[in-house]
């Protein structure tokens, strides 16, 4: 018997894994020293390469500035007008976060309208949706039209076009709220009001959050395109007119630049919707919560 059981353990012993009293390896966290680095240097080195393969593009195919002009050329543009095109942006990032304000408060609200009645969800939930799908510079010229002036008429394209990400993803986190909460507040009695605030709010954030993040893009592209059909000139004239202007007096240089300044505020628009972003859920929501493995 004794034997027996020496063989079984003997047995038991040599499948068992040398390694196994060993500690288990220590993972990487994503978020270390060395990720948030390469997450910066990766994008610029990028950024750096593309400006090295212009730059010699341009200069080893001896391309004339009025057709592709060199990174020089566009540093020095943008340097020696930046009185006229840090205006001319001031005035397109005025229209940009006017219409997005206005877009957050008529969407929010108007998707919480609909959420408390479906009458008027059937209303006019089906009007917001035609305003969506038409282009906006087809309906451009009737607004230029009966708008009072070209900056309210600018302003009323930009909300139209940052109005419909709002609303639908306001609605849809609206009416995304967990059934069992639901039900829980109303065996304890909660009535309309408690349940919009404390429940159904909190629930619709994360949804009203990724509709900003939208909204603030297309509102600066609704408030270029708005301008592109009005056309408008003078003092208040935005980035847009000076892309047109640079274009007819074929000074690409500057065509450029103005480009770039776009550009630039167009990232730094979802930069900072993206931080509001990340403050508001960093602590509750998953999308935002750092995971441990």
Request: hydrophobic share 55%.
């Amino acid at each position: 018997m004794s034997t027996v059981n020496q063989t079984t353990a003997s047995t038991t012993s040599a499948h068992v894994p040398a390694d196994l009293d060993e500690p288990a390896p220590i993972l990487v966290s994503k978020d270390s020293g060395t990720a948030k680095v390469l997450k910066v240097l990766i994008p610029f080195t990028m950024l750096a390469l593309l400006v090295i393969v212009w730059a010699w593009y341009v200069a080893a195919y001896d391309v004339p500035h009025y057709i592709l002009p060199s990174p020089w050329r566009v540093a020095q543009a943008l340097v020696e007008d930046w009185g006229t095109l840090s205006g001319a942006l001031l005035i397109t990032l005025k229209i940009t976060f006017s219409a997005l304000g206005i877009a957050l408060v008529g969407g929010v609200g108007l998707a919480v309208l609909m959420s408390q009645s479906r009458w008027v969800e059937l209303a006019l939930y089906p009007y917001a949706v035609i305003l969506q799908v038409t282009p906006i510079v087809a309906i451009a010229p009737l607004i230029l039209i009966y708008a009072p002036t070209t900056q309210s008429a600018l302003l009323i394209c930009a909300w139209l076009v940052a109005f419909f990400p709002v609303l639908s993803n306001t609605t849809q986190g609206l009416k995304s709220t967990d059934h069992n909460l639901l039900n829980l507040f109303e065996m304890y009695g909660a009535n309309r009001w408690q349940t919009l605030i404390h429940l159904k709010l909190p629930s619709a954030l994360p949804y009203f959050l990724a509709g900003l993040r939208i909204a603030g893009g297309l509102a600066l592209i609704a408030a270029v395109v708005a301008e592109f059909a009005a056309g408008s000139a003078g003092a208040q004239s935005g980035l847009a007119y000076r892309l047109l202007e640079s274009q007819f007096r074929l000074n690409i240089p500057r065509l450029f630049a103005a480009l770039i300044l776009l550009s630039v505020a167009g990232v730094m628009i979802f930069g900072m919707t993206s931080l509001i972003s990340h403050l508001l859920l960093r602590k509750w929501h998953e999308s935002a919560l750092k995971r441990e493995n």
